[in-house]
Nanobody, 114 residues
Framework: QVQLVESGGGLVQAGGSLRLSCTAS????????MGWYRQAPGKQRELVAT???????NYADSVKGRFTISRDNAKNTVYLQMNSLKPEDTARYYC????????WGQGTQVTVSS
């Protein structure tokens, strides 16, 4: 099991940027898949982006070209750089890691005003 702590959320105007961070309680070198999901009020949790230890990335169509996921193994941290934010990006963003079982962080709120 791995504990995950997210940070970096906040309130931003449409067109702005935010960078989310997810720091793990252990080395992420052995964690093959880490990623970000989001959940807006009244909606199901949805995949935003994932990254693997081999460097592969995957993005939801709705964020392609605007969001970038990256990982810093030395800092045990995964980042989500979010540019050109839209009001529909407003949600609680959750970090996840798959190591034997799937672990989740508590989430960080992102609110984009129009």
């Amino acid at each position: 099991q791995v504990q995950l702590v997210e940070s970096g959320g906040g309130l931003v105007q449409a067109g702005g940027s935010l960078r989310l961070s997810c720091t793990a309680s252990r080395s992420i070198l052995s964690i093959n898949t880490m990623g970000w999901y989001r959940q807006a009020p009244g909606k199901q949790r949805e995949l935003v982006a994932t990254t693997t230890s081999g460097g592969s990335t995957n993005y939801a169509d709705s964020v392609k070209g605007r969001f970038t996921i990256s990982r810093d193994n030395a800092k045990n941290t995964v980042y989500l750089q979010m540019n050109s934010l839209k009001p529909e990006d407003t949600a609680r963003y959750y970090c996840t890691a798959v190591l034997y079982a799937q672990s989740w962080g508590q989430g960080t709120q992102v609110t984009v005003s129009s």
